[in-house]
């Protein structure tokens, strides 16, 4: 075994030393696994939004996965305040659509996420459309803000409360680098 093949077999039994040591907190709604991300993320918990595998879902398609470790302080600060339905251990999740596709058009860029689109003026950095999805939030989230520049627009997840507001917001989360950094 060369070096190389070590360290790299080195990697693999930490990422497998991880994933035994994290769990996925399961949730009846969207907008329970949202409020829960930002209470344990105000709280200085680490978390993340996934999809859960098909045989974990019992509600909704996102799950946050959480550290074990961390398992009685989560639920103490969800409890109160979040329902859930139960804390299991990993067993394999797919990143909650974390692809960002990008489509250039003459003098404007349209960042796509999951199924939720929004292009933007290449010069200005305002927000010319929203599309996609059919969450009942979209209008409103539609309506917040098309017309506006991207670095002063509320952000989706703050104002929207389903899956798409989530997706939305991560078009926006692109976008914004994408117009900052001037790599259109």
Known sequence: ?????????????????????CGL???????????AEKILTKNKNRCRLVAPPPELRKGCDLALEISLIEQAIIERLLEPKVPYIEITPLRG???????????????YTMVKAGNMKLTF????GIIVNTSGGGC???PYLHMELVGHRLNEI???RHIGHTLCA??????????LKIWEEGTV
């Open 136 to 138: 009942p939030d979209i």
């Open 154 to 156: 509320p952000r989706p």
């Open 93 to 107: 999740t797919t990143e909650l659509l974390d692809v960002i596709k990008i489509y250039t058009y003459d003098g």
């Open 25 to 35: 907190v399961l949730f009846d709604s969207v907008q329970d696994a949202i409020q």
């Open 1 to 21: 075994m060369t070096w190389f093949d070590k360290r790299n077999k080195l990697t693999n039994d930490k990422q497998e030393k991880e994933k035994i040591s």
């Open 121 to 124: 003026e290449d010069v200005s």
């Open 166 to 175: 989530l997706m939305l917001d991560r078009a926006v989360e692109g976008a």
